[in-house]
Structures are given as C-alpha cells and as structure tokens.
C-alpha cells in the first residue's frame, strides 16, 4: 500500500467500513464565525436527514446519513470509536459500547460520575486518550471503526483543511458526527440543527442498537411526560438567566447565554418550559457580555451557571455566589437574595446524562412541587443499557 504524506501506510480500503457522500464527494461548510471561509462549501439538501439501512441475502452492509457527512456504508457493526463531544461518548455508553470508546477531548472533565447511579454500568472516562490537541498521529495510533465527530467541527477546532478530513477518512474510519448545540460557527448556519433524540436514533443505527435506543427513548419519554403533567401554568413558572462558566463574577464580567437555545446543550430547561431573561435582549452572539447593573435590570429570579456541575459545592460558591453576595450591587439580584444561583448541568450531554441534568435542573426549579423526587427508575434505565431492555 502506498503511504501517505505522514509516513502512514493508507489503506485503500478500510477493514470495517465504507464511506460514500459529502465527506469525500464535496468540501464542507465549516470555520468560526468571523473566520476566513473553508476552501470549499457544500450544497446542503433541505430533505429532512433519516438513517436508512439496506441489506440483502448477500450484502449484510447498511448505510446511515446524517448531515453534513451524508451517508456512510458500513460492512460491519464498528468495534472501537472515538467521540470528540460527550455527547457522542454518552451515546455510545447509552448502546451498551462503552468497552470500545478509546478517545475524547479533555477525558478529565468528563461528567462519568453519574453513571454511578445505574447499577451494572461501568465506565472510566480516565482510560480515555485524549484527542483534544487534534494532533493526527493520536488518531492513527488509535486506529477506530469510526469517528463520531463533525468534520465541521473539527475543521474549526483544529484547523484542520478539507485534505486533512479526506487524508483520515479514507486513512483512518469515516466521520459521522453533527455539532448539535449552539456555539456560534458559521457552518452552523448552513444545516438544520438536530436535536438529542435525532442524533442518538442515528448512532443507535450505526452500532446497530436499535432496541436499546427504544428503551432508553420510552425511559425519557416518560420523564417528560411526567414534567409535562407537573409543571405549573406557563404565567407561573421562573424565568432564569443563564450565566455562562466563563464568567468572572469577581471582577463584574458576566456573560449571558440563551437557557432556551437549540441543541442537546440546553434541552433540560426547554423541556422545563423557563422563562428566559434573554428573551428581551436583542443579541447576536451565543455569548451575550453584561454587568451587574444590566442584570439587575433583567433581574431574573434564578441564575443558572452553566457547565459548573463538575465543580464542587465550596469551588461554586467561591467563584459564582459569594461574589455576587458581596458586590454592593450584584447582592440586589432576587436570585442572590433568595439563594437561587445553582450549578448548570455540562453542555455536552447525551441520553443518560441528559436525564439526570433534567433532574437536578426540576429539583432547582422546581422545588415545591418536584422536591427530592426521581424522576426516573435508576433500574429500568440501567436495565435498558446493560440488557437493551
């Protein structure tokens, strides 16, 4: 075989799968926003994105698409895989894969700990390699089935051209991934954005693990039919400001961000039906940068700090509540006064994640009425995971 420019020998063929669509077809609309545009763009098709699978007595093959990567043919159920978003990583533990994740970004901040609460899951985020320097020779050495990660995304992050998402696919295993929360990256423009549910009925397809998404789905359905026939009137409900973790409440830089955007990063609150203190803001920008006085102003009654569960109880009130307390003007805030600034759940989850936040998110919002209920049979959904149902 001929080796390519790395000294890698690049396979003509990969073992595992085949891959076919925009990937390789076309280039990709991708690049930060305010950033120089990618070499080349892609027409993206306005049909809404399904995964199909087709098999015959001789063929036992199947094909998912997703945008932007189109479709992907695999010849058999991939083994090992990487997932640059949690929310990927959470997926594949959710399809009973978690033996074969052998990479992520910045595997220490992953949230594993809740799956502590489901009996027979087992998962150490710390075993992970981590991928996050976007450095490909870690991708070589790694070797997966497949790469759950939107080669938009990584184009972004890494600065990676067009050739060098061609060079891993065709070298490596394909992309299959879709940047499914907001972040402010042009080419996040240029697709529809999917939500959790779709993303993960897609992967359920490539693992072909369609009965465990059916089970963890039927688990989540419940929950929100449950919230649904919980939550008081809308007129009733709180409306929160969502403070991104970024901010530095110390010296007064505080940066607001949309509780109800698009996505699975923010999916809890949408599904808790807040109000949101930005919704009479006119804004732009994912991040939106204020003060004390502004947010006295907007004055919401809840402050959420997002991606913040990972800090412990004394971190968090060191960095986001004792601040505000002692500022003359931040301790004014009905949130601060009535100790309502919590820990925001990570912004990169999937299924089994996702519940949990959903949880803590009603426990906070919600205390007269949702108090230290579960909202979820910790069983029935390790049950699902662990057996498929």
């Known amino acids: 075989m001929a080796d390519d ?9 990969r073992q595992y799968v085949k891959y076919s669509g925009a990937v390789i ?30 098999t015959t007595a001789a063929d036992s093959s199947y094909s998912v698409s997703l945008e932007p990567v189109g479709e992907v043919t695999f010849d058999a159920i991939p083994d090992e895989w ?35 609460e489901l009996p027979g899951v087992e998962f150490d985020a710390s075993a992970l390699t981590d991928i996050g320097s976007g450095d490909k020779e870690v991708f070589y050495e790694l070797d997966p089935d497949v790469l759950f990660i939107d080669p938009n995304n990584a184009r972004a992050r890494f600065e990676w051209s067009q050739a060098d998402i061609e060079e891993l696919t065709e070298g490596i295993a394909p992309f299959f991934g879709h940047f499914g929360r907001r972040y402010g990256y042009g080419y996040q423009q240029s697709y529809p954005q999917l ?22 789905k039927a688990v989540h359905d419940s929950v929100l039919e449950r919230i649904s026939s919980t939550l008081p009137p809308e007129e009733e409900r709180p409306t ?17 961000m949309e509780a109800t955007a698009p996505g699975y990063g923010r999916k809890q609150y949408r599904n808790l039906g807040v109000g949101d203190v930005l919704e009479t803001v006119e804004t732009d920008s994912p991040f939106y940068q204020t003060d004390f006085e502004e947010l006295l102003e907007l004055d919401p009654e809840t402050i959420v700090v997002h991606w913040t569960i990972q800090l412990s109880d004394e971190e968090f009130t060191d960095q986001f509540v004792t601040p505000f307390e002692n500022d003359p003007v931040g301790s004014e805030l009905t949130a601060v006064q009535n100790d309502r600034v919590f820990k925001g759940g990570t912004a990169e989850q999937g299924p089994l994640i996702n519940l949990f936040q959903t949880e803590l998110a009603a426990r906070q919002l919600y205390p007269e009425i949702i108090g230290d209920q579960e909202l979820f049979s910790r069983d029935e959904l390790a049950r699902a995971v662990t057996n498929g149902g």
Do not use: K, W
């Open 240 to 256: 929160i400001g969502m403070l991104s973790g970024g901010s530095n409440v110390a010296d007064g830089s505080l940066y607001l």
């Open 82 to 116: 990487i997932a640059y978003q949690y929310a990927y990583g959470d997926m594949g533990v959710a399809l009973g894969q978690a033996a074969g994740y052998l990479g992520t970004n910045n595997p220490g901040n992953y949230p594993d700990f809740f799956y502590d």
């Open 5 to 13: 420019a790395t000294g890698h020998e690049r396979r003509t063929r």
């Open 195 to 216: 939500g959790l549910y779709d993303l993960f009925e897609q992967a359920a397809e490539v693992f072909q693990e369609q009965e465990r998404y059916r089970q963890v």
């Open 25 to 54: 077809g076309g280039g990709l609309l991708a690049g930060c926003a305010g950033n120089a545009e990618p070499e080349s763009t892609q027409t993206v098709t306005d049909t809404l994105t399904q995964s199909t699978r087709s």
